[in-house]
């Protein structure tokens, strides 16, 4: 029936050529209209399937695949097209078997990069599913700083294995090629340890997140500020002059590190004043707890309390302590309760401590008194 029909078409036609032509359009068209079937079958059945099931990790790989079914029936139509016209080329066409197979290496290396792009898709959407599943199960926030980090990894092996398959698709030795940039490497390495050190640092954080994105953080160089990005190099801080300070990983890894944030932002208040001795203490006390319990960014439980820290020289050391549930309000409530203490103490008739002196002043006469007595 096959042969018929091309001899049919040969009596129309006239050459082999035009023939092979006609038979590798239908080829290219078919694959086509394959793959119109194939998109809205997974655009419909496909979807109501997947909408049956618990997960949601296949629903994003369906979104992941739709959009390139088109672009890979182009390639596989385009391979086929290519392969049947070069049935109708002479061997001794050397042209025209040339130009065939740039045409077929052009094929192979848009196969391998949609390959590659898809692989990349699919393997970043199910490393963040995973983490997100993780992350609601331990009931701890996504770690946002190790997914580019992960992505770059996967980016640079897909790649990687993709150029030394087109390679080889070429007839490229890459047997060599390994072993250079297995030599290049170490030497790389060796030339670049401090900045290798500080990566593997910046992984090492960002695998046991002793500091996320977010947090206020105390530096072992003793700036205070909230953490801006970390970075496979270097952690940034926002410091509060709105300068960002750029701190090594390595060192940060090796150093003690204060975190505010971590594991919860509620953080403490204090606030210290001195009143003079003699003071009703009582009424002192009463005064601060009455601001303490109206300030509205203070916690109610615990519950804000008055201790006497110190007995000093010449003042009674005082000290407010209370919560707040964000470090951002630690600040501004402390602030508020020192000038709310302050008028009232004023007000109120209770003074500060002062430094106090005693002096005694001994006349001349007392002293020549005290020296003929000793005689």
């Known amino acids: 029936m096959y042969e018929r029909l091309q001899h049919v078409l040969q009596q129309y036609l006239g050459t082999e050529w035009s023939i092979h032509l006609v038979n590798a359009t239908l080829f290219f068209v078919a694959v086509l209209v394959l793959g119109v079937l194939l998109r809205r079958f997974l655009n419909t059945a496909g979807r109501r399937l997947i909408a049956s099931t618990e997960t949601e990790l296949d629903d994003r790989i369906l979104e992941v695949i739709l959009p390139r079914v088109k672009w890979l029936t182009i390639v596989i139509g385009a391979y086929l097209f290519s392969d049947e016209i070069a049935k109708a080329i002479p061997p001794t066409d050397r042209t025209g078997l040339q130009l065939h197979g740039y045409a077929n290496g052009l094929i192979y290396v848009a196969f391998v990069t949609l390959i590659s792009i898809l692989l990349i898709r699919l393997t970043d959407v199910s490393i963040r599913y995973g983490m997100e599943r993780h992350a609601h199960r331990t009931a701890s926030k996504l770690n946002e700083a190790i997914l580019p980090l992960l992505h770059r990894v996967i980016l640079i092996v897909i790649v990687l294995i993709a150029s030394i398959t087109a390679l080889g698709h070429f ?76 701190s090594p990983n390595a060192e940060l890894v090796k150093s003690k590190i204060i975190n505010f944030s971590y594991p919860r932002h509620e953080i403490r208040v204090l606030v210290e004043t001195a009143v003079a001795y003699g003071t009703d203490l009582d009424r002192a006390r009463s005064i601060m707890l009455d601001f303490a319990r109206a300030n509205s960014d203070l916690l109610g439980t615990p519950a804000p309390e008055v201790f006497l820290a110190a007995l000093d020289e010449s003042a009674v ?59």
């Open 171 to 246: 007839g490229v030795d890459v047997s060599s090629l390994l072993v250079f940039l297995g030599g290049s490497s170490v030497a790389v390495a060796l030339a670049a340890q401090d900045t290798l050190q500080n990566m593997i640092a910046g992984f090492v954080i960002m695998l046991d997140r002793p500091f996320r994105v977010g947090d206020r953080i105390k530096l072992p160089t003793n700036e205070v500020g909230d953490v801006y990005e970390i970075g496979l190099r270097s952690t940034k801080v926002l410091d509060f002059d709105n300068n960002l300070i750029v």
């Open 317 to 375: 050391q005082l000290q407010l302590v209370g919560r707040t549930d964000d470090w951002s309000k630690k600040w501004r409530a402390e602030t508020t309760l020192r000038e709310q203490i302050y008028n009232a103490f004023l007000a109120n008739g209770i003074q500060p401590g002062l430094p106090q002196r005693v002096v005694q002043v001994v006349s001349r006469s007392d002293n020549a008194a005290s020296a003929n007595a000793s005689h």
